[in-house]
């Protein structure tokens, strides 16, 4: 089937604007996450989803970040006023079931550029 | 909490070389360890997974063994190709949130 999409593929916006990027996990896939890929800081967890439980917000670097999940599918991870040090590249990701030993399936990232 | 060392790159390889490389890992818990492989302009994708301590995992020629004794997932391969440039990243996962902690990733280079 279909994996892991995201949505814009590349964003660029102007310090101090919103951004709203969106992910699509594998259907069926009860967990969803969020990493950030930059130069700077490698991979780093974001927020994880699964099923109907509280997120895991422990790895949001700041209160300008948030994400919800609807459904139990489609999942959005809003940025507030945006700071260049936001350049990165935003990884979706699913699971089937959020175990440790699951494999995570990730989509081809959103890129963005914080002018 | 969780982290994963791995090799200073960038590594260059001619083709039919032998590949090695190291990953260490430190954990609170036990371990799922992955390598996860993202080839130029395409998204991370796993390559092998060990799930328990002395378990292999192999792929496209590629494999890493579990060791609990050295906290290792070095990944191997006995020839590699053109086709294996890439970027390689080691990564663990552990039954809190089951999050992946990931290593820095190596870039590899084989040239004809």
């Known amino acids: 089937g279909a994996g892991v999409s995201q949505s814009p593929s590349n964003k660029v916006t102007e310090k101090g604007k919103d951004v709203e990027l969106r992910c699509d996990p594998i259907?069926?896939?009860?967990?969803l996450y969020w990493y950030r890929q930059s130069l700077g800081q490698g991979l780093e967890f974001l927020i994880y989803?699964?099923?109907?439980?509280?997120?895991?917000k422990s790895g949001l670097p700041s209160d300008r970040f948030s994400a919800e999940r609807t459904g139990g599918s489609v999942s959005t991870l809003t940025i507030q006023r945006t700071q260049q040090e936001d350049s990165a590249v935003y990884l979706c990701?699913?699971?089937?079931?959020?175990?440790?030993?699951?494999?995570?399936?990730f989509g081809p990232g959103t890129r963005l550029t914080v002018l | 909490g969780n982290s994963v060392t791995q090799m200073e790159g960038p590594v260059t390889l001619s083709e039919e070389a032998f590949l090695t490389i190291n990953c260490t890992y430190t954990?609170?818990?036990?371990?799922?360890l992955f390598w996860y492989v993202q080839y130029p302009g395409e998204g991370l994708q796993l390559l092998l997974k060990?799930?328990?301590?002395?378990d292999k995992g192999s792929n496209k020629g590629f494999e890493a063994t579990y060791r609990k004794e050295t906290t290792s997932f070095h990944l191997e391969k006995g020839s590699v190709q053109v086709s294996d440039s890439a970027v390689y990243f080691c990564?663990?996962?552990?039954?809190?949130?089951?999050?992946?902690?990931f290593g820095k990733g190596i870039t590899l280079s084989v040239r004809p």
């Open positions: 990701a699913s699971s089937l079931a959020g175990q440790y030993t699951d494999t995570q399936y």
């Open positions: 259907s069926g896939h009860t967990a």
């Open positions: 989803f699964q099923g109907n439980s509280a997120p895991d």
């Open positions: 954990a609170t818990g036990y371990p799922s």
């Open positions: 060990a799930t328990k301590a002395d």
């Open positions: 990564a663990l996962s552990t039954g809190a949130n089951s999050k992946l902690t």
